[in-house]
């Protein structure tokens, strides 16, 4: 297992990289793209809908909206917005309750995750491709994208190394809060790094960007749990199969889904991250 999700990060980490840096911010969104369909194709599963068909259609239904968002550029913002609202109602109801969703059996237990879906795929999408398009772009997306691995990646290790407090019991047992804060630990040394010798910040801007980087990484926590959510209530313990070693696509981006649209609605917040760098 372990040997097959280090040759499957080793392939994919170097093609994000690359596809990040080389491809027009366009082409970028359709990379980003098939990850997002991919990642409806087994939501939709985890939705307990059966019929292709209608798998189908939800997926269609995904890549229209992205599709209409991208010709219509004023919308990405907009959409980022109503993703950062979604996300903090989500993560209030998520902690506040701490327990599963309905049961499968009713209507309303498939609608209820099917329309969620929506809204954890379709302003991540747009969140990432109007992040690509600004200034620093590229350079940017990465900073964003290490940030959340940063976390998660120090968050497992502290976690398996001193995690005794369970941060939602009810729904990741795994997870610590002594992980949580070895990862928001790691978020501020690597964020400084950047906002000093990269972003050039006064004390002042760096410390809003230290702030929008902690709050990303603690969403980017919220992502993961609701997917693990919404996985117990299906009964399995990956979204799907397609990346060998690490489950399905939705296991691969459930942090970054929660953490883009904050991400990119903080920099759009922060004048000074939207000068370009001439240096």
């Known amino acids: 297992m ?12 170097p093609l ?12 970028f969104a359709l990379f980003l793209g098939g990850f997002v369909l991919l990642a409806a194709w087994e939501w939709s599963g985890l939705a307990n ?12 239904t995904v890549l229209l909206l992205g599709v209409v968002s991208f010709e219509l550029p004023i919308l990405i913002v907009p ?9 903090i109602g989500a993560s209030f109801q998520l902690f506040r309750k701490q327990r599963l969703l309905m049961p499968l059996g009713s209507v309303g237990s498939t609608v209820k995750p099917l329309v969620s879906g929506l809204f954890v795929l379709v302003p991540a999408w747009c969140a990432l491709y109007g992040l690509h398009q600004g200034p620093r772009g590229p350079t940017m997306v990465l900073i964003f994208m290490l940030t959340i691995w940063i976390a998660d990646i120090i968050a497992f290790f ?20 002594e992980g949580l804060l070895g990862g928001l630990a790691g978020v501020i040394v690597f964020a400084s790094v950047v906002g000093v010798w990269y972003l050039h910040l006064s004390a002042w801007t760096l410390l809003l960007w230290l702030v929008l980087a902690l709050i990303s990484a603690l969403f980017s926590v919220c992502g993961d749990l609701f997917e693990s959510q919404i996985k117990r209530r299906a009964g399995v313990k990956d979204s799907g199969k397609t990346l060998p070693g690490h489950g399905g696509v939705l296991d691969r981006i459930d942090s970054i889904s929660a953490a883009a649209p904050v991400f990119f609605i ?14």
């Open 2 to 13: 372990l040997k097959y999700r280090v040759l499957t990060a080793a392939l994919l980490v």
């Open 79 to 87: 959409i980022g917005v109503i993703g950062v609202l979604w996300w």
């Open 266 to 279: 903080g920099v759009q917040t922060i004048p000074v991250l939207l000068i370009p760098n001439t240096t």
């Open 158 to 177: 502290v976690g398996r190394a001193w995690g005794k407090r369970k941060l939602a019991p009810t729904i990741s047992p795994g997870k610590s809060v």
């Open 49 to 60: 809908v059966i019929s292709p068909l209608v798998k189908f259609a939800y997926t269609g």
């Open 16 to 27: 994000l990289v690359i596809s990040i840096f080389l491809l027009p911010s366009r082409y």
